[in-house]
């Protein structure tokens, strides 16, 4: 089989120059705990909340392979604030799978968002959001999945290759157990160029500006016939302005 390409990795004082470089950058473990201003059992701490996921109930592919949660936050400068549970929207344009409609998860359960790791996270991305852009309030949607092989193959972006209709969209790799697959590929959004690697550690982030780039994973599978596996993924998408479906 033939080896996993590995991702082009920044550290945390060269994130903000690959951004604009090329559109995103990828941080190690060790960079995304910097960056959080936090330590690796911070994180660690937040990774059995993936085993407490419901299934996904939209899934329009007839897929039963996808479990998450959703929960949406405003982070202005220094301040990170839940809003009332709501309903993940995206148009058409950005989704052509499964936009259009309201889906309405069940929210990150409290002790998640209660982890000092948690608020440092999103006060950390949001800081250079606005390093990119300018200060200004980020309307953050934070998504959990696990992507599991129980029927032999699950597909993180069954909705293909796509923008999110946001501003700057984070992959957090929590976990990847037992499979093999799962390919992330970035490509220019007007332009040939494009990259293709695999993220491998838990807790690597990739950091995408959604105007610029396109990006999806390939679909996984198991990595043997004794069990299925699965790949666990924290995603958060940062929007100025409103959440989608607020404009």
């Known amino acids: 089989m033939t080896a996993p390409l590995l991702p082009p990795l920044s550290d945390m004082h060269r994130v903000l120059d690959d951004m604009r470089a090329r559109g995103f950058a990828v941080l190690p473990p060790a960079g995304l705990v910097s960056l959080a201003r936090a330590r690796p059992a911070d994180f660690e701490t937040l990774a059995a909340a993936w085993d407490d996921l419901p299934p996904d109930a939209y899934l329009r592919d007839g897929g039963r392979y996808r479990s998450r949660r959703h929960s949406c936050f405003v982070v202005d400068g220094e ?43 999103l006060r950390a991305l949001g800081q250079r959001c606005s390093a990119l852009r300018d200060p200004r309030p980020w309307f953050v949607e934070a998504h959990q999945f696990r992507i599991d092989t129980a029927d032999g193959i699950g597909r993180p972006t069954p909705e293909g290759a796509h923008r999110d209709g946001v501003d700057f969209v984070a992959v957090i790799l929590v976990a990847r157990h037992a499979i093999k697959g799962g390919e992330t590929r970035v490509f220019q959004a007007e332009g040939p160029d494009g990259q293709r690697f695999t993220l491998l550690e838990p807790w690597s982030l990739l950091f995408l500006d959604d105007a610029r780039v396109i990006h999806e994973s390939t679909p996984i599978q198991p990595a043997s016939d004794d069990a299925p596996g699965h790949r666990d993924t924290l995603v958060l998408t940062f929007r100025a302005g409103s959440f989608q479906g607020d404009d």
């Open 79 to 121: 301040q990170v604030r839940q809003v009332p549970h709501r309903a993940h929207w995206q148009s058409l344009d950005y989704n052509a799978l499964h936009g259009g409609m309201l889906r309405m998860f069940e929210p990150i359960a409290p002790g998640t968002v209660a982890a000092p790791v948690w608020a440092s996270l």
